[in-house]
C-alpha cells in the first residue's frame, strides 16, 4: 500500500492566488514526520516545511503552511499569494518513527501563470 | 557554509560500465542518505551511512550497486555494469542527527543525473 499518496499530478493557480497541493500518508506509527520539498526545474530539492505528529498547531513557513488533520492522515500544502517563481514539483514525504528514511509521494507539478 | 555537494552533477555512460558518484555532506554532518529519482516519480530511499559504517540498505538493488562512505573523503555511489534502467537522479542528503530529532534537518545536494547510452 501507498504510504504517502499525493492525487494531483498537476495544479495550475494564477499569480497572487492562494493553492493547495494535497498529501495523504498511511502509517501505524503514532510518531512520524511530515515534510514537503519544492523541486524546480533545475533539480535541487528544497526543503519547504516540516509537521510532527504531535504537534499541536500546524506548521507555518512564510507562504507556506500545513494543513495537517490527523484524523484524516492528510497534510496538505497551503501556499498563499503565488508567485511565477513557485512554478516546480511539488514532493510531500514522511519519516516513520525513529527511522532515518523518507518516503516520498509522486508529487505535484504547480504552474503559476500570470 | 558550502551545502551538500554533490559530482558530477551529469554523467553519460554506456552500458556495462561503471558509474562512481560523489558526495560531500554539510560540514558537520555525519550522516548521508543516497536517493534515487527515476523519470516522472518521487525520490526512494537507497541507503543510509555514517562514517565507514552502513547503517540501512534496505533500498539498495542487491546487484551492481554499492556505497561507501570513507573515514576520511566524500560518500560514493558505484554502480557496476550499468543498464539504462540506472538512468536517474541520484541525489544524496545529509543531516547532522537521526531519528526522532528531526525537523527539517536534511539537507539535499543538487544531485547526479546519470544517464546510460
Known amino acids: 500500500a501507498q504510504k504517502i499518496t499525493q492525487t494531483q499530478p498537476g495544479m495550475f493557480v494564477q499569480e497572487k492566488e492562494a493553492v493547495t497541493l494535497d498529501c495523504t500518508y498511511d502509517t501505524s506509527d503514532p510518531s512520524y514526520g511530515l515534510f514537503w520539498y519544492k523541486q524546480p526545474s533545475s533539480g535541487e530539492m528544497i526543503f519547504l516545511i516540516y509537521q510532527g505528529s504531535y504537534d499541536q498547531q500546524n506548521a507555518t513557513e512564510g507562504r507556506y503552511s500545513l494543513n495537517f488533520q490527523k484524523a484524516r492522515k492528510s497534510a496538505n500544502l497551503v501556499i498563499s499569494a503565488s508567485q511565477l517563481g513557485d512554478s516546480a514539483m511539488y514532493f510531500c514525504?514522511?519519516?516513520?518513527?525513529?527511522?532515518?528514511?523518507?518516503?516520498f509521494g509522486t508529487g505535484t507539478r504547480l504552474q503559476v501563470f500570470p | 557554509n558550502a551545502g551538500v555537494m554533490q559530482n558530477p552533477r551529469h554523467l553519460v555512460r554506456r552500458r556495462g560500465q561503471e558509474a562512481r558518484l560523489r558526495c560531500s555532506p554539510m560540514k558537520g554532518h555525519s550522516h548521508v542518505y543516497w536517493y534515487r529519482q527515476l523519470p516522472e516519480e518521487g525520490l526512494k530511499f537507497m541507503v543510509y551511512?555514517?562514517?565507514?559504517?552502513?547503517?540501512?540498505e534496505s533500498g539498495m538493488p542487491k546487484e551492481r550497486f554499492s556505497a561507501e562512505f570513507p573515514k576520511e573523503g566524500p560518500s560514493i555511489l558505484r554502480i557496476q555494469q550499468v543498464v539504462r534502467g540506472d538512468s536517474a537522479a541520484y541525489f544524496c542528503a545529509s543531516s547532522p542527527s537521526t531519528g526522532s530529532r528531526w525537523a527539517g534537518e536534511l539537507f539535499f545536494g543538487e544531485g547526479s543525473r546519470l544517464t546510460v547510452l
Open positions: 551511512l555514517q562514517k565507514e559504517n552502513i547503517i540501512d
Open positions: 514525504a514522511m519519516r516513520e518513527g525513529n527511522t532515518d528514511k523518507l518516503i
